[in-house]
């Protein structure tokens, strides 16, 4: 099979041909039809990822395609089934997967990371009757590819960790593929949503997409600036990119006895002896933080729900699709400014 593949940290990525994967007996062989390229999948080849130790790798963690071949011991999946598959694949047995909450499963296993992934012909799921999800046939493989790892982390977030309403006020910093399906998805639940970024042309797509208001954080301090539109803080804070300043600013943006959803990854840093949370705010305004660590299978069908009653439009986050032959190039410039919205992999 055509892969892309790359030998080593931050070592050139190319296409080549691979042997194509077998199915274990509790595992499934899947077509890749389309694949998104995350900002994750950059972290990967840059060599932040310590779990990859095995070269050259395949990266790519977020996909849909059919069923190609199943394990013998595969009860519910059939060949030609439309599937996608969340980006933590659960062991299916310990504590957290019984209770669906297999995006925190201790034996989790990552395409991408912690074995091959999705920029190929063809990728094996283990445990694939607990982990791999149908999809509707009246949607397209690429707007499932989008849904694995961005859309579903902020709609477990805005929906299952916190159950946003009408009534709230969300900031959500960053408008990447995790901010602005934060926002497609805070609106979808009547909130008012105030987004923050850089990039006034990452702040227009926030506003055709529902954003209420936007916040240039370049240009003026975003946590006094959504003070004077709230008068007194946001019931919700979601930081989408993953940094210092932006998981600062959102505890300061936060009014008392309000919700802040971390989503994008932020590496442990200690500065000064100082944790990156303020918790003197943190227990000063009694404020909640969550962790948002993607969605399991369970979950998936009150997501697909709402995009096939029309409540959600995935659709119109994806921005580009390329071929996998333009893969290599793209996935060595995520790191540079880009066109916002989400860009798919085609096979």
């Known amino acids: 099979m055509r892969a892309l593949v790359f030998d080593g940290p931050g070592l050139t990525p190319y296409l080549t041909q691979r042997p194509n994967p077998l199915p274990a007996p509790t595992s499934a062989i899947i077509k890749v039809e389309a694949t998104g390229l995350c900002r994750s ?199 989408a990119l993953g940094s210092v300043a932006t998981a600062s600013q959102c505890i300061q943006s936060l009014r008392p006895r309000g919700h802040h959803l971390q989503i994008g990854l932020l590496p442990p840093v200690v500065i000064k002896d100082r944790a990156t949370v303020a918790m003197h705010t943190v227990i000063g305004r009694e404020l909640h933080i969550h962790g948002v660590h993607g969605m399991s299978a369970a979950d998936y069908p009150l997501m697909l729900a709402d995009i096939s009653s029309g409540l959600l439009h995935p659709e119109k986050l994806i921005a580009t699709t390329i071929s996998l032959d333009d893969a290599p190039e793209a996935l060595m410039a995520m790191d540079q400014d880009r066109a916002p919205g989400i860009t798919v992999i085609a096979l």
Not at 51 to 71: K, L, R
Not at 134 to 145: E, G, H, R, T, W
Not at 184 to 209: P, W
């Open 41 to 239: 999948d950059w972290h990967a080849w840059m060599g932040h990822d310590d779990d990859i130790i095995n070269f050259p790798h395949t990266p790519g963690h977020e996909f849909a395609g059919t069923i190609s071949d199943i394990g013998s011991e595969i009860s519910r999946l059939q060949i030609g089934d439309r599937v996608t598959v969340p980006f933590v694949s659960g062991c299916g047995t310990c504590t957290q997967c019984q209770s669906n909450n297999a995006q925190v499963c201790p034996n989790q296993w990552q395409p991408g990371f912690d074995g091959p992934g999705s920029f190929a012909e063809y990728v094996a799921i283990p445990n694939a009757d607990f982990n791999v999800v149908k999809i509707p046939d009246s949607m397209s493989y690429s707007v499932a590819a989008s849904l694995g790892c961005r859309f579903a982390t902020s709609y477990r977030g805005l929906v299952l960790v916190h159950q946003t309403q009408a009534t709230d006020t969300v900031a959500i910093f960053g408008c990447g593929g995790i901010g602005l399906a934060a926002i497609m998805i805070a609106k979808s639940r009547g909130a008012t949503v105030i987004a923050v970024d850089l990039s006034d042309n990452a702040l227009a797509f926030a506003l055709s997409i529902g954003a209420d208001h936007v916040i240039n954080a370049g240009h003026v301090d975003p946590v006094v600036a959504i003070r004077e539109l709230t008068g007194h803080g946001a019931s919700v804070s979601v930081d």
